[in-house]
Each structure stands twice: as structure tokens, then as C-alpha cells.
């Protein structure tokens, strides 16, 4: 007996020394982030849009979340209790606008968790009625982004804004699609709606006007004479800046069987379009780092705040 009381009171000492557990320490590098957190601890509930239908309310929810996210604010359009802080937009349409004209209003209130309200605005929806039934997101972009804008504005402090601002490594990427040339068929046409698709489906924005940070992408193709039943295709992908500088082409090179390139293409447009997503994200992913290199060198000591949107691999965007 008194050998299992002098273990049991070892033991008793050896647990007392240990360290005590820090739930708030992050367990690989050691550092305390417990001050890493919005200043309220909150999320901003995107509530389900009124006035329009179930698909293109989760379609303006989802981007109204995402814009927000860029700015390093949380926000969801999943169902949460008791939330900090609440949006909700109600959709006025009107059924008898012509297609170039207003197509009508976009109502936004800001509320906190009491929904008492913070602020309320209004958007006029400008668009081809086409944009607005099939969810374009160039007119989805026009809505949200602004709104984004105002509702960050009352819970950034200005140092916030700043390092948001400072960090373009997080800004989504926009693309411009040029001219496809060298195609047959309706390749062209099958090409600049499969790419479109394919890089919103990678995370990137592809608007018909651009800004200074836009990227534009055209495509050449060369289908070289039929030999033996086989057709070769080269294609080359060219990533230019807002300035018309080249900065990389994404190459590719295949056999076809003769007569597949004179058709429809189909899914062979897509297969191609996927297939050049990663010399493409190459291409971007090393020119926004040189820029964010030269950026760091003007700005010694400053850095972005943390809590970013992690970024994909490849492609960057």
C-alpha cells in the first residue's frame, strides 16, 4: 500500500508541473491568437433575398457574402442564431422596362442583431433583362460590390480599410475574354462561352469592360493539315495587363481525328478551356506576386490584416 501511495502522489507532482492547456494558442507555431478577431466577434448574416426567385436570391446572397469576405469581414447566407449584424434586400422589379433601361430597384437594409436599423439604400438594376434571368455576373457584380462597400465602411476602422486595400493577393481576379482566332466551326463561339464559364467556375470574374487591375485573355489557334486521319491543334492562351502587355501564353498541343473541328464543339471546348487553368493561374499567380513585391518595398513595416480568404494553388484566383 504505501508503494501505490508514493506513485499515485509522483504522479499527482508530475501533472502539477505540466503545463496548464491555452485553448487559445495556436498549437504548431506557439503564437497567441486570441486578439485575432473582429472587434465585435461577429458575423454578418446575408437574409434571403425578397422579390425575386429562389435561384437568383442564393446567387446575389452568395455574392453579397463573398464581396464582404474580400473585405475581411464573415459573412453567410446560411441560417445563424442570433447573428451580430443582418442585411436584407428586397428586389422591386419592373415587368414593362425596356431591355437596355432600369430594370428596376434593389432595396438593401443594415441591421445589428436587435434589428434595429444601421442603414438603408437603394440600387437601381441597369442590364439587358437577359443579364438579370440568367443570373449575369457582371450585373450581379454591379450590385453587390457597392453595397459590400457601404456595409464594410461601418465595421472597418480606417486601419482595416488600409491593409484591405494593401493586399491585391486577395482581390478577386477579372477577366476580360478577347478575340479567339484560327478556329473552325463554331469554335470560336463554343471557346469564349467555355472559358467564360470555366474560370467563374475557378473563382475568377469575367467582365465584358475592365479596369486597371483586369487581366484580358485572347486565344490563337493553329490547326495544322490533316495527316493520316489526325489533325494537330496548337492553341496559345495569351495573359495581357490593362496596358496591352503580354505576360505569358498558356500553350497547348493535341491530335483530333480530321473532321471533329469543323463541327460543333461542345465539350471539347470545355475539356480545352479546364485543361489551360493552370498555365493560366501560373501566369497570374506570378505577376500579382511581382506586384505585390514591388508594393512591399514601397511600404516597409506595413502588412495586411489577418483572416484573409485562403487562395487556391493553382490557379490563383
Request: proline fraction near 5%.
Amino acid at each position: 500500500m504505501p508503494k501505490v501511495l508514493s506513485f499515485l502522489l509522483l504522479l499527482v507532482v508530475l501533472m502539477g508541473c505540466t503545463q496548464a492547456p491555452q485553448p487559445f494558442r495556436h498549437e504548431r507555431t506557439g503564437v497567441d491568437t486570441s486578439g485575432l478577431r473582429l472587434r465585435d466577434g461577429g458575423t454578418v448574416q446575408i437574409l434571403a433575398m425578397e422579390g425575386t426567385s429562389i435561384p437568383m436570391g442564393q446567387i446575389l446572397t452568395r455574392s453579397l457574402a463573398d464581396s464582404l469576405a474580400v473585405r475581411n469581414i464573415p459573412a453567410t447566407s446560411k441560417r445563424l442564431h442570433n447573428p451580430t449584424y443582418k442585411v436584407r434586400g428586397q428586389v422591386i422589379l419592373d415587368r414593362n422596362a425596356q431591355p437596355s433601361e432600369k430594370l428596376g430597384s434593389i432595396y438593401w437594409t443594415f441591421m445589428d442583431r436587435t434589428n434595429t436599423v444601421i442603414h438603408e439604400s437603394s440600387q437601381e438594376i441597369v442590364g439587358q433583362k437577359y443579364q438579370w434571368d440568367y443570373g449575369d455576373q457582371d450585373l450581379i457584380d454591379d450590385l453587390v460590390e457597392p453595397a459590400a462597400d457601404l456595409f464594410a465602411g461601418y465595421l472597418q476602422d480606417a486601419s482595416e480599410k488600409e491593409a484591405v486595400e494593401r493586399d491585391p493577393m486577395d482581390r478577386p481576379v477579372v477577366f476580360v475574354l478577347g478575340d479567339i482566332k484560327g478556329t473552325r466551326g463554331d469554335g470560336a463561339q463554343a471557346l469564349h462561352k467555355a472559358m467564360g464559364l470555366t474560370l467563374r467556375q475557378f473563382g475568377a470574374k469575367v467582365r465584358s469592360q475592365g479596369d486597371a487591375d483586369s487581366y484580358y485573355l485572347s486565344c490563337e489557334v493553329d490547326i495544322l493539315p490533316a495527316f493520316e486521319g489526325k489533325e494537330r491543334i496548337k492553341i496559345a492562351w495569351i495573359v495581357q495587363d490593362a496596358e496591352a502587355n503580354e505576360l505569358g501564353r498558356a500553350q497547348q498541343d493535341n491530335q483530333l481525328d480530321e473532321g471533329v473541328l469543323d463541327g460543333k464543339w461542345g465539350r471539347l471546348a470545355y475539356n480545352i478551356s479546364r485543361a489551360a487553368m493552370p498555365g493560366i493561374g501560373q501566369i497570374v499567380e506570378r505577376d500579382r506576386a511581382e506586384k505585390a513585391f514591388e508594393a512591399s518595398r514601397e511600404q516597409i513595416g506595413t502588412s495586411a490584416a489577418p483572416g484573409r480568404r485562403s487562395r487556391l494553388s493553382i490557379p490563383p484566383f
